[in-house]
């Protein structure tokens, strides 16, 4: 396979077939795209400043306490994991382990209570949109670095008006962020896999997999599990270094997510296992609830039932991201 620049007219194998890779996610404009000058970047963030102090106001005078917001069960397992509980003994995180730790940081600054929870999620909501806009803007050829920076701030700023930063049912927007925030990590390396060390690079991709593995359930698993396929599209120019990448990535994703578990489970990851795998839907009982026929997707034509319940956000999202993929393959 001929090497040359990951950025810039190179040539890729996906299932054994040599293309030549036009400009798209990988392209390269030029060293202004790596420091595209401090005011556009600050653009975005100040935007996120904003709607956060709004939200932290609204919060301060109004906090919810109900349960089915998510609000309690955020601040249950940031509290647990604060005091270094026993995952799986002494409590069960059904919304994640390293979505919580993510939140963690954010809990302890606003001040380790419900309040500090509500926030947390808030903000990292904000990060989640600023990871998700920029990773759809990013896909846009044609677009100054400027340009794309200012089209990230005002895309966030559609989506903190639209959902007022709450981050909803069980944190479901942040919990789906989480490609988005894998986004930085994996594309480096996915080029590292094609051109460097196979078995280094495939162990890279395996941990942050594994970590992402254990953001959520319904996240985490298909991320991994999508990861595994992009290595298989991407190619690497013969099956045998493929197998080495795909073992390295096995092998990366057991030992990060292991060691989490190992840690936060306090060395017994049977309870936790056994509660996720299993007690979980006695507990959880909404996630196999007798729902009507429309509700739910069964087969590849019920996906525009997924459509038709969709709230105004995750239309513009849908709408952005199936216009950005447009232009990035040249429709």
């Not at 007219?9 to 036009?22: A, E, F, V, W």
């Not at 380790?112 to 999620?121: I, K, V």
Request: glycine share 12%; proline share 4%; net charge positive.
């Amino acid at each position: 396979m001929t090497k040359s620049s990951p950025y810039s007219g190179q040539k890729m194998t996906i299932l054994g077939i040599s293309i030549t890779k036009r400009e798209g996610i990988f392209a390269s404009h030029d060293k202004r795209d790596a420091h595209p000058g401090k005011f556009f970047i600050i653009v975005p963030l100040l935007t996120l400043i904003v709607f956060l102090a709004f939200r932290a106001a609204v919060l301060f005078f109004s906090h919810s306490t109900g349960v089915v917001d998510g609000a309690m069960q955020t601040w249950f397992a940031l509290n647990a994991f604060g005091q270094y509980q026993q995952l799986g003994e002494d409590f069960q995180s059904y919304l994640g382990i390293t979505s919580m730790l993510f939140l963690m940081p954010f809990y302890v600054i606003f001040g380790a209570n419900l309040y500090a929870s509500s926030m947390a999620a808030s903000t990292a909501l904000a990060i989640g949109y600023l990871a998700t806009m920029h990773g759809l803007l990013r896909l846009m050829r044609g677009l100054t670095p400027g340009m794309r920076w200012i089209l990230v701030a005002a895309g966030v700023a559609v989506l903190c008006c639209l959902s007022q930063l709450s981050p909803g049912a069980s944190l479901r927007p942040i919990r789906w962020a989480l490609p988005f925030l894998m986004l930085p990590f994996v594309m480096p390396l996915l080029w590292t896999m094609r051109d460097g060390h196979a078995l280094r690079s495939g162990l890279w991709l395996g941990i942050v997999a594994g970590i992402g593995l254990l953001w959520s359930n319904d996240a985490g698993v298909p991320a991994f599990g999508a990861l595994g396929v992009a290595i298989l599209l991407c190619g690497t120019g013969s099956w045998r270094r493929t197998m080495i990448v795909l073992s390295g990535y096995v092998a990366g994703a057991l030992l990060s997510a292991g060691a989490i578990l190992f840690v936060f489970t306090h060395g017994a990851p049977w309870g936790w296992l056994s509660y996720n795998f299993g007690a979980v839907r006695e507990d959880q009982i909404w996630y196999f609830s007798p729902w009507e026929r429309e509700t739910r997707v069964l087969n590849i034509w019920d996906i525009g039932l997924i459509v038709a319940a969709m709230g105004k956000e995750t239309l513009l999202a849908l709408g952005l991201l199936l216009v950005s993929l447009g232009v990035a393959i040249g429709l």
